[in-house]
Protein backbone atom coordinates (compact mmCIF):
# COMPACT_ATOMS: atom_id res chain seq x y z
CA UNK A 1 0.00 0.00 0.00
CA UNK A 2 2.75 2.85 0.30
CA UNK A 3 3.08 2.90 -3.29
CA UNK A 4 -1.06 3.56 -3.37
CA UNK A 5 -0.33 6.12 -0.51
CA UNK A 6 2.50 7.98 -2.41
CA UNK A 7 0.46 8.05 -5.95
CA UNK A 8 -2.51 9.45 -3.30
CA UNK A 9 -0.10 12.01 -2.37
CA UNK A 10 1.49 13.09 -5.56
CA UNK A 11 -2.12 13.41 -6.94
CA UNK A 12 -3.18 15.38 -3.70
CA UNK A 13 -0.13 17.69 -4.00
CA UNK A 14 -1.02 18.40 -7.59
CA UNK A 15 -4.41 19.15 -7.12
CA UNK A 16 -3.36 21.92 -4.50
CA UNK A 17 -1.26 23.27 -6.60
CA UNK A 18 -4.13 23.90 -9.21
CA UNK A 19 -6.02 25.27 -6.76
CA UNK A 20 -3.53 27.58 -5.74
CA UNK A 21 -2.53 28.78 -9.53
CA UNK A 22 -6.56 28.98 -10.04
CA UNK A 23 -6.84 31.50 -6.90
CA UNK A 24 -3.83 33.43 -7.68
CA UNK A 25 -5.05 33.98 -11.45
CA UNK A 26 -7.61 36.83 -10.67
CA UNK A 27 -5.13 38.50 -8.31
CA UNK A 28 -2.53 38.24 -10.95
CA UNK A 29 -5.21 39.89 -13.72
CA UNK A 30 -6.23 42.49 -11.26
CA UNK A 31 -2.38 43.51 -11.18
CA UNK A 32 -2.49 43.72 -14.73
CA UNK A 33 -5.34 45.54 -14.81
CA UNK A 34 -4.46 48.47 -12.43
CA UNK A 35 -0.82 48.51 -13.15
CA UNK A 36 0.37 48.87 -9.44
CA UNK A 37 3.21 47.20 -10.04
CA UNK A 38 4.49 49.89 -12.80
CA UNK A 39 4.98 52.20 -10.05
CA UNK A 40 8.16 50.85 -9.35
CA UNK A 41 9.77 51.57 -12.67
CA UNK A 42 11.92 54.27 -13.60
CA UNK A 43 10.08 54.07 -17.68
CA UNK A 44 6.62 54.82 -15.38
CA UNK A 45 7.87 57.51 -13.44
CA UNK A 46 9.73 59.18 -16.72
CA UNK A 47 6.41 58.48 -18.72
CA UNK A 48 4.53 60.69 -16.52
CA UNK A 49 6.88 63.52 -16.38
CA UNK A 50 6.46 63.91 -20.28
CA UNK A 51 3.27 63.72 -19.83
CA UNK A 52 3.55 67.00 -17.33
CA UNK A 53 5.92 68.68 -18.97
CA UNK A 54 4.31 68.13 -22.60
CA UNK A 55 1.46 69.48 -21.15
CA UNK A 56 2.96 72.56 -19.68
CA UNK A 57 4.65 73.66 -22.98
CA UNK A 58 1.46 72.85 -24.73
CA UNK A 59 -0.84 74.90 -22.92
CA UNK A 60 2.08 77.84 -22.88
CA UNK A 61 2.01 77.82 -26.59
CA UNK A 62 -1.70 77.60 -27.10
CA UNK A 63 -2.85 79.95 -24.04
CA UNK A 64 -0.25 82.67 -25.18
CA UNK A 65 -1.58 82.55 -28.79
CA UNK A 66 -4.85 83.54 -27.63
CA UNK A 67 -3.51 87.34 -26.14
CA UNK A 68 -4.30 90.12 -27.84
CA UNK A 69 -1.51 92.35 -28.22
CA UNK A 70 -2.84 94.59 -30.57
CA UNK A 71 -4.72 95.59 -27.48
CA UNK A 72 -1.89 97.07 -25.88
CA UNK A 73 0.35 98.77 -28.81
CA UNK A 74 -2.71 100.04 -30.62
CA UNK A 75 -1.57 99.69 -33.63
CA UNK A 76 -3.22 100.24 -37.05
CA UNK A 77 -1.42 97.99 -38.78
CA UNK A 78 -3.17 94.61 -39.76
CA UNK A 79 -2.73 91.95 -37.68
CA UNK A 80 -3.60 88.24 -38.51
CA UNK A 81 -6.95 86.66 -38.44
CA UNK A 82 -6.52 85.45 -34.54
CA UNK A 83 -8.70 82.37 -35.16
CA UNK A 84 -6.30 81.54 -37.75
CA UNK A 85 -3.55 82.36 -35.97
CA UNK A 86 -4.74 80.37 -32.89
CA UNK A 87 -5.87 77.16 -34.57
CA UNK A 88 -2.45 77.11 -36.34
CA UNK A 89 -0.87 77.20 -32.66
CA UNK A 90 -2.53 75.03 -31.20
CA UNK A 91 -2.84 72.20 -33.96
CA UNK A 92 1.50 72.75 -34.53
CA UNK A 93 2.27 72.85 -31.29
CA UNK A 94 0.58 69.34 -30.39
CA UNK A 95 2.07 68.06 -33.61
CA UNK A 96 5.34 68.85 -32.67
CA UNK A 97 5.50 67.44 -28.48
CA UNK A 98 3.01 63.94 -30.18
CA UNK A 99 6.52 63.53 -31.85
CA UNK A 100 8.86 64.72 -29.00
CA UNK A 101 7.29 62.48 -26.21
CA UNK A 102 5.29 59.89 -28.24
CA UNK A 103 7.74 57.10 -27.60
CA UNK A 104 8.25 58.61 -24.21
CA UNK A 105 4.90 58.45 -22.93
CA UNK A 106 2.20 58.09 -25.65
CA UNK A 107 2.11 61.65 -26.08
CA UNK A 108 -1.67 61.72 -25.17
CA UNK A 109 -1.46 65.67 -23.72
CA UNK A 110 -5.06 65.19 -23.05
CA UNK A 111 -7.61 63.47 -20.81
CA UNK A 112 -9.97 62.61 -22.98
CA UNK A 113 -7.40 60.32 -24.94
CA UNK A 114 -5.78 59.06 -21.79
CA UNK A 115 -9.68 57.89 -21.08
CA UNK A 116 -10.27 56.68 -24.61
CA UNK A 117 -6.60 54.90 -23.97
CA UNK A 118 -8.53 53.22 -21.12
CA UNK A 119 -11.64 52.54 -22.04
CA UNK A 120 -9.68 50.48 -24.94
CA UNK A 121 -7.44 48.67 -22.75
CA UNK A 122 -4.12 49.88 -24.23
CA UNK A 123 -3.35 51.64 -20.68
CA UNK A 124 -3.73 51.01 -17.44
CA UNK A 125 -5.57 52.40 -14.20
CA UNK A 126 -2.62 53.76 -12.14
CA UNK A 127 -0.98 54.89 -15.51
CA UNK A 128 -4.61 56.51 -16.74
CA UNK A 129 -4.72 58.73 -12.88
CA UNK A 130 -0.85 59.58 -13.15
CA UNK A 131 -1.48 60.78 -16.37
CA UNK A 132 -4.38 62.89 -15.40
CA UNK A 133 -3.07 64.23 -12.45
CA UNK A 134 0.66 65.49 -14.26
CA UNK A 135 -1.76 66.79 -17.27
CA UNK A 136 -3.84 68.88 -14.67
CA UNK A 137 -0.81 69.90 -12.91
CA UNK A 138 1.01 70.74 -16.10
CA UNK A 139 -1.67 72.83 -16.99
CA UNK A 140 -1.65 74.92 -14.43
CA UNK A 141 1.98 75.08 -14.77
CA UNK A 142 1.76 76.10 -18.45
CA UNK A 143 -0.95 79.08 -17.51
CA UNK A 144 0.56 80.26 -14.80
CA UNK A 145 3.68 81.32 -16.73
CA UNK A 146 1.61 82.53 -19.53
CA UNK A 147 0.15 85.34 -16.54
CA UNK A 148 3.67 84.98 -15.41
CA UNK A 149 5.15 86.89 -18.27
CA UNK A 150 2.16 88.74 -19.91
CA UNK A 151 1.50 92.22 -19.26
CA UNK A 152 -1.42 92.37 -16.68
CA UNK A 153 -3.76 94.50 -18.74
CA UNK A 154 -3.80 91.89 -21.31
CA UNK A 155 -4.80 88.77 -19.18
CA UNK A 156 -8.26 89.53 -18.36
CA UNK A 157 -9.54 86.42 -20.14
CA UNK A 158 -6.05 84.92 -20.74
CA UNK A 159 -7.46 81.84 -22.84
CA UNK A 160 -10.57 80.35 -20.50
CA UNK A 161 -12.73 78.52 -22.30
CA UNK A 162 -16.20 80.19 -23.06
CA UNK A 163 -19.50 78.83 -24.91
CA UNK A 164 -20.85 81.63 -26.88
CA UNK A 165 -24.22 82.99 -25.11
CA UNK A 166 -25.88 82.88 -29.24
CA UNK A 167 -24.82 78.81 -28.70
CA UNK A 168 -25.47 77.69 -25.33
CA UNK A 169 -24.08 75.16 -23.01
CA UNK A 170 -26.86 72.17 -24.69
CA UNK A 171 -25.27 73.37 -27.75
CA UNK A 172 -22.21 73.65 -27.04
CA UNK A 173 -21.21 70.38 -25.53
CA UNK A 174 -23.23 69.08 -29.07
CA UNK A 175 -19.93 71.01 -30.47
CA UNK A 176 -17.30 69.18 -27.73
CA UNK A 177 -18.07 66.58 -28.41
CA UNK A 178 -17.91 66.24 -32.16
CA UNK A 179 -14.78 68.35 -32.04
CA UNK A 180 -12.49 65.79 -29.48
CA UNK A 181 -14.83 62.57 -31.25
CA UNK A 182 -12.87 63.82 -34.85
CA UNK A 183 -9.65 64.36 -33.12
CA UNK A 184 -9.41 61.14 -30.97
CA UNK A 185 -10.87 58.72 -33.84
CA UNK A 186 -7.87 60.29 -35.78
CA UNK A 187 -5.78 59.53 -33.39
CA UNK A 188 -6.74 55.64 -33.47
CA UNK A 189 -7.13 55.74 -36.99
CA UNK A 190 -3.53 57.26 -37.96
CA UNK A 191 -1.73 54.84 -34.89
CA UNK A 192 -3.00 51.89 -35.64
CA UNK A 193 -0.72 49.60 -35.78
CA UNK A 194 -2.41 46.71 -37.48
CA UNK A 195 -3.21 48.79 -40.80
CA UNK A 196 -1.53 47.96 -43.89
CA UNK A 197 -1.71 51.44 -45.83
CA UNK A 198 -0.27 53.72 -43.12
CA UNK A 199 2.29 55.99 -44.62
CA UNK A 200 3.25 59.79 -44.08
CA UNK A 201 3.25 61.05 -40.50
CA UNK A 202 0.49 60.41 -37.62
CA UNK A 203 2.12 63.58 -35.31
CA UNK A 204 0.90 65.75 -38.60
CA UNK A 205 -2.48 63.83 -39.05
CA UNK A 206 -3.10 64.66 -35.33
CA UNK A 207 -1.91 67.91 -35.38
CA UNK A 208 -3.86 68.77 -38.58
CA UNK A 209 -6.89 67.40 -36.70
CA UNK A 210 -6.29 69.90 -33.88
CA UNK A 211 -6.40 72.90 -36.55
CA UNK A 212 -9.45 71.67 -38.05
CA UNK A 213 -11.44 71.40 -34.37
CA UNK A 214 -10.22 74.97 -33.96
CA UNK A 215 -10.92 76.73 -37.14
CA UNK A 216 -14.86 75.77 -36.95
CA UNK A 217 -15.09 75.67 -33.32
CA UNK A 218 -13.55 78.75 -32.01
CA UNK A 219 -16.49 80.60 -32.41
CA UNK A 220 -18.39 78.22 -30.84
CA UNK A 221 -16.70 77.33 -27.86
CA UNK A 222 -13.35 78.08 -28.03
CA UNK A 223 -12.50 74.45 -29.53
CA UNK A 224 -11.11 73.23 -26.13
CA UNK A 225 -11.10 69.22 -27.43
CA UNK A 226 -8.86 68.99 -23.65
CA UNK A 227 -10.56 69.13 -20.24
CA UNK A 228 -6.67 69.92 -19.11
CA UNK A 229 -6.25 72.69 -21.74
CA UNK A 230 -9.31 74.41 -20.38
CA UNK A 231 -8.59 73.41 -16.68
CA UNK A 232 -5.61 75.65 -16.27
CA UNK A 233 -6.76 78.69 -17.51
CA UNK A 234 -9.78 78.37 -15.18
CA UNK A 235 -7.58 78.12 -12.34
CA UNK A 236 -5.12 80.46 -12.94
CA UNK A 237 -7.82 82.91 -13.30
CA UNK A 238 -10.43 81.70 -10.84
CA UNK A 239 -13.33 81.24 -13.71
CA UNK A 240 -15.48 77.79 -13.80
CA UNK A 241 -18.37 79.42 -15.63
CA UNK A 242 -19.93 76.22 -17.81
CA UNK A 243 -16.38 74.84 -17.11
CA UNK A 244 -18.09 71.61 -17.17
CA UNK A 245 -19.23 71.41 -20.56
CA UNK A 246 -15.19 71.03 -21.11
CA UNK A 247 -14.77 68.16 -19.60
CA UNK A 248 -18.21 66.06 -20.23
CA UNK A 249 -17.72 66.49 -24.13
CA UNK A 250 -14.54 65.95 -24.38
CA UNK A 251 -14.34 63.05 -22.60
CA UNK A 252 -17.72 61.30 -23.92
CA UNK A 253 -16.44 62.52 -27.27
CA UNK A 254 -13.04 60.40 -27.00
CA UNK A 255 -14.67 57.49 -25.43
CA UNK A 256 -16.90 57.16 -28.35
CA UNK A 257 -14.67 57.20 -30.87
CA UNK A 258 -12.38 54.90 -29.08
CA UNK A 259 -14.93 52.21 -29.18
CA UNK A 260 -16.40 52.82 -32.46
CA UNK A 261 -13.58 52.36 -33.82
CA UNK A 262 -11.95 49.27 -32.05
CA UNK A 263 -15.14 47.69 -31.93
CA UNK A 264 -16.88 48.41 -35.45
CA UNK A 265 -14.25 50.00 -37.88
CA UNK A 266 -11.23 48.41 -36.61
CA UNK A 267 -11.85 44.70 -36.87
CA UNK A 268 -11.25 44.85 -40.85
CA UNK A 269 -8.38 47.08 -40.88
CA UNK A 270 -5.69 44.32 -41.36
CA UNK A 271 -7.15 43.30 -44.53
CA UNK A 272 -6.74 44.95 -47.57
CA UNK A 273 -9.30 46.36 -50.03
CA UNK A 274 -10.00 44.77 -53.34
CA UNK A 275 -7.85 45.91 -55.87
CA UNK A 276 -5.14 47.27 -53.41
CA UNK A 277 -1.17 47.22 -54.51
CA UNK A 278 0.31 44.91 -51.69
CA UNK A 279 4.47 45.01 -52.13
CA UNK A 280 5.88 42.20 -53.03
CA UNK A 281 7.71 41.76 -49.52
CA UNK A 282 4.08 41.31 -47.84
CA UNK A 283 2.36 39.11 -50.28
CA UNK A 284 3.35 36.17 -48.77
CA UNK A 285 1.35 37.27 -45.55
CA UNK A 286 -1.83 37.27 -47.74
CA UNK A 287 -4.27 34.74 -50.32
CA UNK A 288 -6.72 35.78 -52.39
CA UNK A 289 -10.46 34.73 -51.67
CA UNK A 290 -13.29 34.78 -54.40
CA UNK A 291 -15.91 34.66 -51.48
CA UNK A 292 -15.45 39.00 -51.47
CA UNK A 293 -15.36 39.70 -55.17
CA UNK A 294 -12.37 39.47 -57.65
CA UNK A 295 -9.53 40.65 -55.89
CA UNK A 296 -10.00 40.54 -52.87
CA UNK A 297 -7.04 39.67 -50.13
CA UNK A 298 -7.32 37.81 -47.22
CA UNK A 299 -4.46 37.02 -44.52
CA UNK A 300 -3.50 34.00 -44.07
CA UNK A 301 -3.32 32.10 -40.91
CA UNK A 302 -0.01 30.71 -39.24
CA UNK A 303 0.63 28.27 -36.78
CA UNK A 304 2.23 30.22 -33.64
CA UNK A 305 5.67 29.46 -32.87
CA UNK A 306 6.21 27.58 -30.05
CA UNK A 307 9.54 28.45 -29.19
CA UNK A 308 8.85 31.98 -28.67
CA UNK A 309 8.92 33.59 -25.04
CA UNK A 310 5.85 34.82 -23.99
CA UNK A 311 5.78 38.42 -23.16
CA UNK A 312 5.83 38.91 -19.21
CA UNK A 313 2.28 39.23 -17.63
CA UNK A 314 3.03 42.49 -16.00
CA UNK A 315 3.78 44.06 -19.57
CA UNK A 316 1.28 46.66 -20.84
CA UNK A 317 0.30 48.01 -24.52
CA UNK A 318 1.81 51.66 -24.72
CA UNK A 319 -0.05 53.50 -27.21
CA UNK A 320 1.81 55.81 -30.01
CA UNK A 321 -0.07 58.89 -29.67
Given at each position: ?????????????????????????????????????????????????????????????????????????????????????????????????????????????????????????????????????????????????????????LTDNMGISAVNAEV??????????????????????????????????????????????????????????????????????????????????????????????????????????????????????????????????????????????????????????
Open positions: MPGVQSQGTIAGSRSNDRAAISSAQPAAAMSIMTGVEHLKTKDFWRAVGAEFLAMLLFVFLGVGSTINWSALTNSSKSTPDPKVLISLCFGLSIATLVQCFGHISGGHINPAVTAAMLVTKKVTIVKALFYLVAQLVGAMAGSGIVRLVTPSTGVGKGLLVELLLTFQLVFTIFATCDSKRTDLGGSASLAIGLSVTIGHLFGIPYTGASMNPARSFGPAVVMANFKDHWVYWLGPMLGGVLAALLYEFLFCPACGKPSPGQVIPKDQTVNYKEVDKDGPGSMQPVKRKKRTDRKDPPPTREVLSTV
